[in-house]
């Protein structure tokens, strides 16, 4: 069909973008094009069937009529949109040959204005979308971070630091953090937390800044007790999850006290919003960001953000407490465990420090020890469990238990730990199913005899301990490994040294050795190297042990730390007497003899009637039941010791006598003269003991 030529109105509009409709005799649409649906916002199906007039909003200009007088040829008309707004079009009309149907043409009557109109809507809406894109990503991204920077500590204050910070300048200027005491102590905290209560502390501060306002209540400090009303708000922080608050109503809040206005509102703060941050039904405290010189207040919409967020700071505190909690009663049965931290004895003096692991690892089962054994002998003790926790704890000071009893019976330490590594396999057999491989531990047992000035070792499975020589050299020493304990297998060998008095004796579990290479034999050398330069004169142990802590112990440890300092000395060779009798039972009186001299010349002639009565009778029993050859040494020093050695290995026995026995009366004797007494057995033969005290101490 033809197509009529434009008007004055549509002459520079594109032939392409005219609107076309097909109308009956009685106006009703037929026939809808695709550019008149882009014009009003309507598609065809909308349109066709109904009356052309329900698209007009108001009649149309006639400045012209059909022949027929029904149908305009030409005019304007004001169109309805779907959007709401109305479209203002020149239209043109022609009848079709051959039908009762009129053809309409129709464009914009202002296509320019029209069209910088849809450009300016088009381009406000764009830019509306564009600022609420950037708000959503802004807070896509602060849950992410939430989510990537809180929770990786173990550590209550760093975890609610973590939550200040990913919250500023995301959403506002300002943050804090406050935590109820029990928590920060590993507890959980009241039922009813009330803000503002006493109870609550300041823990983790954050500002866009980086300062804090210096009016405002400081980092660490507890927050004052506010008004009663405060109750309602924090019945509706914990129903809502956040609550947003303006300076007015959050002032209203402080009942108009201008003192806690000052501490608890930042100057220029013009919204806040408050999020609880709440675990297993328990308030820990609350998240609390402000808006500082900022018109703009916090949405429904923001505070659901730092409602999300605080619901997985309190998950990560809560976990952080817990462990807190759980670490603090592993270390406090550790150290309770643990002998006194410096020993000073005739044989050695000696300082042990205990480092639990860090960097939220669980408390290990490292220990060390030191005890005294007859003869002024000491045993040195460093240990490792296997695992961590309470368990471990447990297990080690079992192990403790053990090797302190076994010592005691003065066993040599090949056979000691025979014995030991029975009691762990037992340990590991009574553990659940799937967890024996879980018992087990390293040790490393030293004795130093300061008579002799020598060291007997034995490992099972332990680092070897480090010597400072007097001249200020180190050396680690060659000790023979043998199997950790509950492995088995193998026998425990001894290895003996000759240690100098003045010696510095390093025994360490491998936390200390392991550095960033994890390389235990370079560790050990890294200690050696370090040892002799901080063992000068006049360093106390305990300022050496801090002093190589602080060299190799730098950096968070996964294991804990156990390290025992020993400085050796001897007893005087004046303070020692030693003799040998045969299996004679004149040598009794001779033995009688000899102590007796010996006594007066050290001055200590008060003891020579009980000590005389000691050594007969147990110089008699030798010649009895011992053989030959018998020593006999008398070792003077804060006691008085007295030892008898025979080649027969016949176990003693304490036991009362009757009336009419003519024996068995030695040993009980013995042990009412003496403070106390007892027997060691070597590989040729045994030796008894008795100790007395001396008035005054060695003289």
């Known amino acids: 069909m033809d197509v009529p030529s434009g008007s004055a109105d549509d002459r520079s509009f594109p032939f392409d973008a005219l609107a076309a409709a097909v109308l009956d005799d009685r106006g009703t649409v037929t026939r809808w094009s695709a550019a008149a649906a882009e014009l009003v916002g309507r598609e065809a199906d909308e349109v066709c069937g109904h009356p052309v007039r329900d698209l007009l909003a108001r009649d149309p200009e006639k400045p012209s009529r059909a022949a027929s007088g029904a149908v305009p040829t030409a005019g304007r008309a004001l169109l309805r949109h779907r959007s709401g707004h109305t479209v203002d079009v020149a239209f043109r009309t022609m009848p079709l040959e051959g039908s009762s149907d009129v053809l309409v043409l129709a464009h914009p009557a202002r296509?320019?204005?029209?069209?910088?109109?849809?450009?300016?809507?088009?381009?406000?809406?764009?830019?509306?979308?564009?600022?609420?894109?950037?708000?959503?990503?802004?807070?896509?991204?602060?849950?992410?971070?939430?989510?990537?920077?809180?929770?990786?500590?173990?550590?209550?204050?760093?975890?609610?630091?973590?939550?200040?910070?990913?919250?500023?300048?995301?959403?506002?200027?300002?943050?804090?953090?406050?935590?109820?005491?029990?928590?920060?102590?590993?507890?959980?905290?009241?039922?009813?937390?009330?803000?503002?209560?006493?109870?609550?502390?300041?823990?983790?501060?954050?500002?866009?800044?980086?300062?804090?306002?210096?009016?405002?209540?400081?980092?660490?400090?507890?927050?004052?007790?506010?008004?009663?009303?405060?109750?309602?708000?924090?019945?509706?922080?914990?129903?809502?999850?956040?609550?947003?608050?303006?300076?007015?109503?959050?002032?209203?809040?402080?009942?108009?006290?201008?003192?806690?206005?000052?501490?608890?509102?930042?100057?220029?703060?013009?919204?806040?919003?408050?999020?609880?941050?709440?675990?297993?039904?328990?308030?820990?405290?609350?998240?609390s960001v402000w808006r500082v010189d900022d018109p703009e207040a916090f949405t429904a919409r923001e505070a659901g953000v730092l409602r999300e967020i605080a619901s997985r700071g309190a998950l990560a505190i809560d976990n952080a407490r817990r462990y807190t909690r759980e670490h603090r009663a592993a270390v406090a049965l550790q150290r309770r465990l643990?002998?006194?931290?410096?020993?000073?004895?005739?044989?050695?003096?000696?300082?042990?420090?205990?480092?639990?692991?860090?960097?939220?690892?669980?408390?290990?089962?490292?220990?060390?020890?030191?005890?005294?054994?007859?003869?002024?002998?000491?045993?040195?003790?460093?240990?490792?469990?296997?695992?961590?926790?309470?368990?471990?704890?447990?297990?080690?000071?079992?192990?403790?238990?053990?090797?302190?009893?076994?010592?005691?019976?003065?066993?040599?330490?090949?056979?000691?730990?025979?014995?030991v590594e029975d009691l762990v396999q037992r340990l590991a057999e009574e553990a659940p199913p799937g967890t024996q491989d879980a018992v087990g531990a390293t040790c490393l047992y030293a004795v130093y005899d300061p008579v002799a000035c020598r060291c007997t070792f034995v490992s099972a499975g332990h680092p070897p301990p480090v010597v400072v020589r007097p001249d200020g050299t180190a050396h680690v020493v060659a000790v023979v490994p043998g199997p950790p304990l509950a492995v088995g297998g193998a026998p425990y060998e001894a290895t003996t040294i000759d240690l100098a008095p003045g010696s510095v004796l390093v025994l360490c579990t491998d936390g200390l050795l392991e550095g960033d290479d994890h390389d235990a034999d370079a560790g050990l050398r890294r200690l050696a190297d370090l040892l002799p330069g901080l063992c000068g004169p006049g360093r106390s142990l305990t300022e050496t042990g801090h002093a190589l802590l602080a060299e190799l112990g730098t950096h968070p440890r996964r294991d804990d730390i156990a390290l025992l300092l020993a400085r050796t000395r001897a007893v005087p060779e004046g303070a020692t007497a030693h003799w040998e009798f045969p299996a004679d039972p004149a040598a009794v009186g001779d033995a009688r003899e000899a102590v007796?001299?010996?006594?007066?010349?050290?001055?200590?002639?008060?003891?020579?009637?009980?000590?005389?009565?000691?050594?007969?009778?147990?110089?008699?029993?030798?010649?009895?039941?011992?053989?030959?050859?018998?020593?006999?040494?008398?070792?003077?020093?804060?006691?008085?010791?007295?030892?008898?050695?025979?080649?027969?290995?016949?176990?003693?026995?304490?036991?009362?006598?009757?009336?009419?026995?003519?024996?068995?009366?030695?040993?009980?004797?013995?042990?009412?003269?003496?403070?106390?007494?007892?027997?060691?057995?070597?590989?040729?033969?045994?030796?008894?003991?008795?100790?007395?005290?001396?008035?005054?101490?060695?003289?």
């Open 111 to 287: 296509p320019g204005a029209q069209r910088a109109e849809a450009d300016a809507r088009t381009a406000a809406t764009e830019a509306d979308a564009a600022v609420e894109q950037q708000r959503t990503l802004r807070h896509l991204d602060v849950l992410h971070q939430a989510a990537l920077r809180v929770g990786g500590s173990l550590d209550v204050e760093r975890t609610a630091q973590e939550l200040a910070d990913v919250v500023v300048p995301a959403l506002g200027q300002l943050a804090s953090v406050d935590l109820a005491d029990a928590v920060l102590a590993g507890d959980e905290p009241p039922r009813w937390i009330g803000g503002g209560d006493p109870h609550m502390r300041k823990v983790a501060v954050a500002s866009a800044d980086g300062t804090w306002p210096a009016g405002h209540v400081q980092l660490g400090d507890a927050i004052p007790a506010l008004p009663y009303v405060d109750r309602d708000v924090v019945t509706r922080v914990r129903r809502d999850g956040a609550v947003i608050l303006g300076r007015d109503e959050a002032a209203a809040l402080l009942g108009g006290d201008e003192r806690l206005t000052g501490l608890l509102l930042p100057e220029g703060g013009s919204s806040t919003v408050v999020a609880p941050l709440l675990a297993r039904g328990l308030m820990l405290g609350s998240l």
């Open 596 to 699: 007796a001299r010996r006594l007066a010349a050290w001055g200590l002639e008060e003891l020579a009637f009980t000590t005389e009565l000691i050594v007969s009778e147990l110089v008699t029993n030798a010649v009895r039941y011992g053989g030959a050859p018998i020593g006999l040494r008398l070792i003077r020093d804060r006691v008085l010791l007295c030892e008898v050695t025979d080649p027969s290995n016949t176990q003693p026995r304490l036991r009362r006598a009757r009336n009419t026995d003519e024996g068995g009366r030695g040993l009980f004797l013995i042990a009412q003269l003496s403070t106390r007494w007892g027997c060691r057995y070597g590989r040729r033969g045994k030796t008894i003991w008795a100790e007395q005290p001396i008035a005054g101490g060695a003289g």
């Open 338 to 419: 643990l002998p006194p931290e410096t020993t000073d004895t005739a044989a050695t003096e000696t300082t042990g420090i205990y480092r639990p692991a860090g960097g939220g690892a669980e408390i290990g089962g490292d220990w060390y020890d030191v005890i005294p054994l007859p003869s002024l002998r000491v045993a040195l003790v460093v240990g490792d469990v296997i695992g961590h926790g309470l368990h471990a704890a447990a297990t080690m000071g079992r192990l403790r238990t053990a090797i302190r009893t076994l010592a005691d019976l003065e066993l040599d330490p090949e056979d000691l730990f025979t014995h």
